[in-house]
């Protein structure tokens, strides 16, 4: 029997569909499900089925950090049912293919089902990868197998048992400083933490903004039937009064003194890597972690490429010109004849070049109908973006006039599109036009209207997912696979907000005693130095224990630091434990309110003037409460949410649901 493995139960079910062009058919191996055609059974996998862990006597976290740093590591399977299906099929095996995605997840994912059918059978096994689900890319890589790359999933192994060990340690250390055991633990991360570091340094920026007025001075002007505006040479005068003399002295006409016409060329974006496609892609409204799970989807499904992919520059051997020529009829039959059209089709390069997979481009055509609302959008995202790198560059009008008026400079611009170019496939980025008439220099115009407006300079705006996922991309914190998986854990976690992003007072807390007593892991330079040396196990040249070795011995460094001083963290985590448990202030006597225990074991929002105020508002009974920084516009109360499993569920105010509960009562 030929066993063939792949990542997930979707993927099996495809590659079988491929392989046996349609005959394969649902079975059992033990328990765990897969296909059967001929002799061949496709089996797969739930991504890691086992894990990397702690001997069972380090789960008390009273264990010394120097033994849990040094201890050695197991493997434990996470998923028991796939594991006995697959060696179940390893007895029956005489040649194994592992189909795990391509990349370094993959290769480990494989390497672990390797050692599992090996621990049955000392069976061949080889490997395959493609980079799409198509049938061609599918067949053709069955008909030429290779092997596991070893050093490749080693390098995964490292960041695994590093992971590990980092999370582990740092996180039992900040738990029980801050006295939070059980479920209400506090995770602290080697990835995690400088992430989270981000966007509480944000928020601090953001609060210690302090916003300054200016005034702008403003002049309508006619020509012919034309209106249009002109802004004074100062761009931001610093006073009211400056401002306002500067508007009264401008007249009834305007002079123009210059005028200045030239065409912008506006190149075309790059392919898409996975981070550039997220960060689009969030554009949209849609969560990274969402985005993700669609993308995995659409991949399996034969709609696109791997999604999971640094490279940004498409390699010599894909056919474009087939690939455009898919879409010849639906809904992108207008874009494609475009394209068609033009002599030759040479894709742009973005700055990542890498040879494991080729920037995400679409594999099939699909129609609104063949998937469901929102896998379309990020579907056809994924088709307009690959038309747009093969695109001519947009071209764009711009004017600049100089005018004069009662002895006050003005200026105008004008910005319009010329040629779409690009822009007619990807309408994402949009430009606002602004158009501005033709003007003659020396002529003189009616000035029909002026205004002075003040405004207030803007505090820096707040990550957007896509641009955090960028910004960790740049530091080399975490990989395509992780980045979107991180921003949502913290989310989980109760460090942040999603939308927007907004640290808790807790993740403040966590990141301020990280920073001063132990900053090596609120940077990402280890970060980035690991990841650095987790290419050099890729390529052969460390062995994966080195790099493991290295990691113990800093975290220890960092641990003995942040030992020293775990009276201060104990004192600031707990102060801002409390002061995040605030949920508002008592409408009866103005103490705080804070989430209280009843004595049967529910919970409520209770007075802490209790028992002089006895006012209390009811919560739902299970799931782990949140309570945000967001307040309510009716109430002095922070909006809740409550966690079951992974989910985050928007509770909102609890004053406003007592009282709509209470009329709907009423009305029954
Ligand atoms: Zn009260
Ligand atoms: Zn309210």
Redesign the pocket.
Known sequence: MHLVVTEKDLAAKRIAEILSDGTAAPTKVASASAYRFNSTVVLGLRGHVVKLDFPEAYRDWKVNFHDLIRADLVTVPTHKAIVLGLKRAAKDADRVTIATDFDTEGELIGLEACSIVKSIKDVKVERVRFSAMTPMEVKRAFRSPTQIDLNLARSGEARQAVDLIWGATLTRFISTAANRLGDRFLSAGRVQSPTLALIVDREREIAQFVPEPYWEVFADIRIGSETFQAKHQTDRFQDKASAMSAAQKIDATATVVRFVKSARVDAPPPPFNTTEFLAAASALGISASRVMEIAERLYTAGWISYPRTDNTVFPNELDLRLIVSMFKSGPFAANAQSLLQKGSLVPTRGKKQTTDHPPIYPTARATPTDLEPRSWKIYELVVRRFFATLSDPARWCTKKADLESGGEPLKATGLELSEPGWRYHYPYAHIQERRLPGLQVGAVLAVTDKKVLEKETQPPQRWGQGALIKKMEQLGLGTKSTRHEIVQKLAQRGYIDLSPLRPTGIACSVTESLERYAPTIAKPDMTRLLEEEMEKISSGALAKEMVVINSRDILEQVLDRLDERREEIRASLQASLRRDATVGT?P????G?IVRRSKRGGRFVG????PN?A?GLPLPKSGRLRVTARKCKHHDMRLLKVQTGTRLWDLGCPQCNYTSWREKNKEG
């Not at 009866?588 to 103490?591: A, L, M, R, Y």
């Not at 007075?607 to 209790?610: F, L, Q, V």
């Open positions: 008592c009866e006597c103005g103490s309110l007075c802490s003037g209790y105020c006012f």
